[in-house]
């Protein structure tokens, strides 16, 4: 069983645009316990107005009743508005009077457009109503060709003659050093060692991971730490970016969330805010994985400088 929750445009940007969440409360100003819902059943977000879309999902966890201070004092942030002012008014508008209905989700995610997934196209309505979820029996539609071809790569991996061994690597850790201006990040970043920039080509196949961009002479290697000396050039405190998208990288135009999801500079033109939560495209070997503490690192002290 999986479920469908229509949920307003405001509450999606600002748990999409803001910090991670391990939980969130889908709330609703019409108090309704969801008995069909069992823990850890997916609930997916349809984004109200304009075309039918799911925008992203959530795991549920349970559903409790409790009163605006309540809410606010448990979930902060992760109830999808930025203060309790906020919070307040968004409440008044929706006519709550006495205790919400909290949907608490666990471990949500909140796509970008181009991974938006249309219910026209899978012939799945729903009906006109207050209710705050809608459960639907068996799998989701759009997860059932996704599955078959998982399956079948599972199926040919099997009958494999050898097993592939899992590459180890020594995780990244942040180098210490001098922290270089921005014109010298920038020049830092065009005399990349080759050897890096080989690592790194063969990790990402080749191609770009926001564009998948293919051809060679267009790509750049691309610290995520500024490099600082020759421990900067693990293969986990790089990208590999079409030349472009390099240049904005070291210049604190773009970055790439702990989600693995592109963010953009809200004064970069439209050609580049298309990329805005769009999923990189990550290597298949997870211990060539980006560092999460250097992507936290690129987030706080150079995107935006």
Request: glycine share 6%; charged share 25%.
């Amino acid at each position: 069983m999986y479920a469908i929750a229509p949920i307003h445009q405001e509450w999606f940007k600002a748990l999409q645009q803001g910090e991670q969440h391990e939980e969130v409360n889908f709330w609703t100003p019409y108090p309704e316990e969801t008995n069909a819902l069992k823990k850890g059943e997916p609930v997916y977000f349809l984004l109200e107005g304009g075309e039918a879309q799911i925008a992203g999902h959530g795991v549920f966890e349970r559903y409790e009743q409790m009163t605006l201070y309540a809410a606010w004092d448990r979930f902060g942030a992760a109830n999808g508005v930025g203060s309790f002012r906020e919070f307040k008014d968004r409440m008044s508008q929706s006519g709550v009077r006495g205790e919400l209905g909290c949907v608490i989700l666990r471990t949500p995610e909140f796509w970008g457009p181009q991974e938006f997934v249309s219910l026209n196209k899978y012939g799945v309505t729903l009906e006109a109503s207050a209710r705050p979820v809608f459960t639907f029996k068996g799998q989701p539609p759009w997860l059932l060709k996704r599955k078959r071809v998982v399956r079948t790569t599972q199926k040919r991996k099997r009958s494999a003659p050898t097993e592939a061994t899992p590459i180890e690597l020594t995780p990244f850790t942040l180098v210490d050093g001098p922290m270089a201006d921005r014109e010298a990040r920038r020049s830092q970043q065009e005399d990349i060692p080759s050897e890096f920039e080989e690592r790194l080509r063969s990790a990402y196949r080749r191609s770009c991971c926001i564009t998948g961009e293919t051809c060679l002479a267009a790509l750049k290697a691309t610290h995520i730490q500024p490099y600082v000396n020759p421990d900067s050039d693990h293969v986990q405190n790089g990208l590999l970016l079409r030349a472009d998208l390099h240049a904005l990288f070291a210049a604190g135009l773009i970055t790439i969330t702990h989600q693995h999801r592109v963010r953009t500079n809200i004064r970069l033109p439209e050609s580049y805010q298309q990329f805005q939560y769009a999923r990189i495209k990550l290597p298949a070997e997870k211990a060539y994985w980006p560092s999460q503490e250097a992507l936290a690192f690129h987030q706080k002290e150079i995107f935006g400088k």
